[in-house]
């Protein structure tokens, strides 16, 4: 995959985001299969682990019960049919995850050829806030941030430009 300037924006806050909340050289466990994300984690001195492509909502034991110092969430969540499962049983005290928020000008994103290419959920800030809490989590901090489009033509592409399509979470647990 190339890595697109929208990408690399994307990637440049997350890794921000993370150097405020967690120390160098923490492990992680990164819920997805390893991608173009990764290197970067990796190359900010994480240590990274990914799960193998697994359904997430069915085989998430094993690694809600891996010990390391943060599970990272990078836009999986929305994927998956009931996060509050792993959500409840991560054994980790730290969280971080970003979702897609649902934007009120644009459907959520369906991929008709692939099951598991689908947007399950697009939340809207609360909805994710919610579903933390319930699941055991206290946020600690959280960001919002504009996905600027390549061509910004036509009205939805302007609407991004002013409307946040990202939200990402710092979460502790007891």
């Not at 909805?127 to 699941?135: A, G, I």
Request: net charge negative.
């Amino acid at each position: 995959m190339k890595i697109t300037n929208a990408h690399q924006r994307r990637y440049d806050k997350t890794l921000a985001f993370m150097a405020k909340h967690l120390d160098e050289g923490s492990s992680l466990l990164d819920l997805g299969t390893e991608n173009p994300f990764t290197p970067f984690l990796k190359q900010s001195g994480y240590t990274v682990q990914n799960t193998q492509g697994e359904n997430l909502d069915d085989d998430f034991m094993p690694y809600a019960k891996k010990e390391v110092d943060c599970v990272t969430a990078f836009e999986i969540f929305e994927h998956m049919l009931a996060p509050y499962n792993l959500l409840k049983n991560i054994k980790s005290k730290k969280l971080i995850a970003s979702v897609p928020l649902k934007l009120w000008f644009s459907e959520a994103y369906w991929n008709e050829i692939d099951d598991w290419d689908k947007h399950y959920h697009e939340f809207e800030a609360k909805q994710f806030d919610f579903l933390l809490e319930k699941s055991g989590w206290t946020i600690k901090a959280s960001e919002k941030w504009i996905s600027k489009p390549a061509h910004p033509f036509g009205i939805r592409p302007l609407l991004r430009y002013f409307t946040p399509r990202y939200y990402i979470v710092y979460c502790e647990r007891d």
